[in-house]
């Protein structure tokens, strides 16, 4: 196939992000895609708060599963992350890598992911569509608008919390 190879293109990041809001989630598929992840993470507790601020709104998922180094949360931020193709746990709806991305965006313009793997530091890293759509690059945020949100974090041993 290499003799046929004519160009490399890429998505353009502005309509690619945006159309991942039109995956056809309503809020509890949304939230229980999220969910999933937390219990594929061997997840024993998941703690899920919301404050209600008009466009300020958010939701956010906090769970004491294994959590993530930064190479994983990358890869867990990547769109289309996974292939299909790999073997996988039975109970594991997750497929494609799209899952957290697509049902976050459905239902807000930032996606922020804090977490901690057992004897790592917490981490943490934001999708925003606003600044995607002003840069028109795939640039990933090492960014959290409020870092009281650290501290729910740091007080586990290991866990992640979706915003």
Do not use: H
Not at 104 to 115: A, D, E, I, N, P
Not at 144 to 161: F, H, Q, R
């Amino acid at each position: 196939m290499d003799q046929y190879k004519a160009e490399i293109t890429k998505p353009n990041p502005k309509s690619t992000i945006n159309s991942y809001r039109s995956f056809g989630y309503n809020l509890s598929t949304a939230i229980a895609d999220i969910l999933d992840n937390s219990i594929s993470a061997s997840s024993s507790l998941i703690t899920i708060d919301y404050l209600w601020k008009g466009k300020d709104s958010f939701i956010s998922i906090l769970d004491n599963g294994k959590g993530m180094n930064l190479e994983e949360l990358i890869i867990a931020m990547t769109p289309g992350s996974k292939d299909p193709e790999d073997l996988r746990d039975e109970k594991d709806l997750g497929r494609f890598g799209m899952g957290l991305k697509t049902a976050s965006f459905s239902q807000c313009k930032r996606l922020t992911v804090v977490t901690k793997k057992e004897g790592f530091n917490t981490i943490k890293r934001c999708w925003d569509i606003d600044f995607i759509n002003q840069e028109e690059e795939w640039i990933l945020l090492d960014y959290i608008s409020d870092d009281s949100y650290l501290k729910k974090i740091d007080e586990l041993v290991s866990g992640t919390l979706i915003i």
